[in-house]
């Protein structure tokens, strides 16, 4: 059983930054983040390839939001600059079974272990 615990989260004002960290029990799985704002469906945030090579954002975070990994530290991190309100939501970590990511694939398909979630909220 893939363990993962996400972290990081918290209030900043529009405009700020924040990095969310994923420490997972796996080192070289497919890694992704997703997000709920209240209200609202679970929605793919970014992801990762088990060798950190591919990336995938959703429209709305590119150029604002970076994925990145440590193997090492078996933990992956989203780097979340000129947050906007609309950004305020659980954001969550999700590891795939293997290293493998279909980008063909609704995202959401390549994941079978889920965190327990972080806040995060974006004052105006």
């Known amino acids: 059983q893939v363990q993962v615990a996400e972290s990081g989260g918290g209030l900043v004002q529009a405009r700020g930054s924040l990095r969310l960290s994923c420490l997972a029990s796996v080192s070289s799985n497919a890694m992704g983040w997703f997000r709920r704002a209240a209200g609202k469906e679970r929605e793919f945030v970014a992801s990762?390839?088990?060798?950190?090579?591919?990336?995938s954002y959703r429209d709305s975070v590119k150029g604002r939001f970076t994925i990145s990994r440590d193997n090492a530290r078996k933990t992956v991190y989203l780097q979340m600059n000129r947050l906007e309100p609309e950004d305020t939501a659980v954001y969550y970590c999700?590891?795939?079974?293997?290293?493998?990511?279909?980008?063909?694939?609704?995202?959401?398909?390549?994941?079978?272990?889920w965190g327990q979630g972080t806040q995060v909220t974006v004052s105006s």
């Open positions: 999700a590891a795939g079974a293997t290293s493998n990511y279909d980008f063909t694939a609704p995202p959401e398909r390549n994941f079978d272990y």
């Open positions: 990762i390839s088990g060798n950190g090579i591919m990336t």
